[in-house]
């Protein structure tokens, strides 16, 4: 018999793990609060429930995969939510990019229910998800990990324990500091290339080779080179998951200097309209940049 699983919230990231589930061989069940988004996943004949308890009712395996830590806190903590309404001895998986604190807090509150709790933030985007080949950071219990493990793999190229529910909410928002500071450095550096004279592709061939490169250069660049700037990771989420770090630094009194100065220049981006763009839509700024006035 197939395991059943409930996956809440249906966005990039939440659908194309439901996918790669269902194609795996499990019983998933989707739901996202945006009635929206609801109706267009239906239309594709994608598994939808109407509503949260719907979609959690005989499922004890669940997923979430929220845009921030005010919807993970409505959906996880509220009296409608998935604390109150999850199936007796479920385990659910936080797959979020949110801070440790909520984490910690969500986690405490389903633990006194008796739910069991990984927190699990992925490295990757939606090609990632779809293909099960994102990176996964996971923090919690050894037995809730074990107890998760189908699906982890099914998920994931590979996993790292990071200890206790919350800490791998940490790592992943230092992961993204070092990601975003990359991809920034990486656009204003290509984009004085090319207003030097040389030629884009040119540029991307000895730069993909050399010392600077990073993942994201390789991965995120060929497809701006086209002027192609669809979402793999959006701008403005990339702006919230610095602000995140930003605070978890000053709750902990460590200076954040340089991510602050990636995060105002991303917010400046999303002022100027590239709001929905993916990150590297950067490049595009700092060329418009450049433009003499005519």
């Given at each position: 018999?197939?395991?059943?699983?409930?996956?809440?919230?249906?966005g990039q990231m939440g659908a194309g793990?439901?996918?790669?589930?269902?194609?795996?061989?499990?019983?998933?069940?989707?739901?996202?609060?945006?009635?929206?988004?609801?109706?267009?996943?239906?239309?594709?004949?994608?598994?939808?429930?109407?509503?949260?308890?719907?979609?959690?009712?005989?499922?004890?395996?669940?997923?979430?995969?929220?845009?921030?830590?005010?919807?993970?806190?409505?959906?996880?903590?509220?009296?409608?939510?998935?604390?109150?309404?999850?199936?007796?001895?479920?385990?659910?998986?936080?797959?979020?990019?949110?801070?440790?604190?909520?984490?910690?807090?969500?986690?405490?509150?389903?633990?006194?229910?008796?739910?069991?709790?990984?927190?699990?933030?992925?490295?990757?985007?939606?090609?990632?998800?779809?293909?099960?080949?994102?990176?996964?950071?996971?923090?919690?219990?050894?037995?809730?990990?074990?107890?998760?493990?189908?699906?982890?793999?099914?998920?994931?190229?590979?996993?790292?324990?990071?200890?206790?529910?919350?800490?791998?909410?940490?790592?992943?928002?230092?992961?993204?500091?070092?990601?975003?500071?990359?991809?920034?450095?990486?656009?204003?550096?290509?984009?004085?290339?090319?207003?030097?004279?040389?030629?884009?592709?040119?540029?991307?061939q000895v730069l993909s080779m050399s010392?600077?490169?990073?993942?994201?250069?390789?991965?995120?660049?060929?497809?701006?080179?086209?002027?192609?700037?669809?979402?793999?990771?959006?701008?403005?989420?990339?702006?919230?998951?610095?602000?995140?770090?930003?605070?978890?630094?000053?709750?902990?009194?460590?200076?954040?200097?340089?991510?602050?100065?990636?995060?105002?220049?991303?917010?400046?981006?999303?002022?100027?309209?590239y709001r929905g763009k993916d990150i590297?839509?950067?490049?595009?700024?700092?060329?418009?940049?450049?433009?003499?006035?005519?």
């Open positions: 018999m197939k395991e059943r699983v409930a996956v809440i919230g249906m793990m439901a996918a790669r589930l269902f194609e795996t061989g499990f019983d998933v069940l989707g739901y996202d609060v945006n009635p929206a988004r609801r109706q267009e996943l239906a239309e594709r004949q994608v598994a939808v429930a109407d509503t949260l308890a719907e979609a959690l009712a005989g499922r004890r395996l669940v997923l979430t995969s929220l845009p921030d830590p005010a919807a993970a806190r409505a959906a996880w903590l509220g009296p409608e939510g998935l604390i109150a309404k999850a199936e007796p001895g479920s385990l659910i998986l936080e797959l979020s990019t949110i801070d440790p604190a909520t984490m910690r807090e969500i986690g405490a509150a389903a633990a006194a229910r008796g739910l069991a709790v990984v927190d699990c933030p992925v490295s990757g985007g939606p090609a990632e998800a779809r293909s099960g080949q994102m990176v996964l950071i996971v923090g919690g219990e050894e037995a809730d990990i074990a107890r998760a493990e189908p699906v982890l793999q099914q998920l994931g190229s590979s996993w790292s324990h990071t200890g206790p529910v919350g800490t791998a909410k940490a790592v992943k928002l230092v992961n993204n500091m070092m990601s975003l500071g990359n991809v920034l450095v990486a656009c204003e550096a290509f984009a004085l290339g090319e207003a030097a004279g040389v030629a884009p592709d040119k540029l991307y010392g600077g490169r990073s993942f994201h250069f390789t991965k995120r660049f060929p497809k701006a080179l086209k002027d192609d700037f669809e979402p793999g990771f959006k701008m403005e989420l990339g702006e919230k998951d610095l602000a995140l770090a930003i605070d978890m630094g000053r709750a902990f009194r460590q200076p954040t200097p340089t991510a602050s100065l990636v995060r105002e220049v991303m917010a400046m981006a999303l002022a100027q309209g590297v839509a950067l490049l595009e700024m700092y060329r418009r940049l450049s433009e003499k006035p005519a």
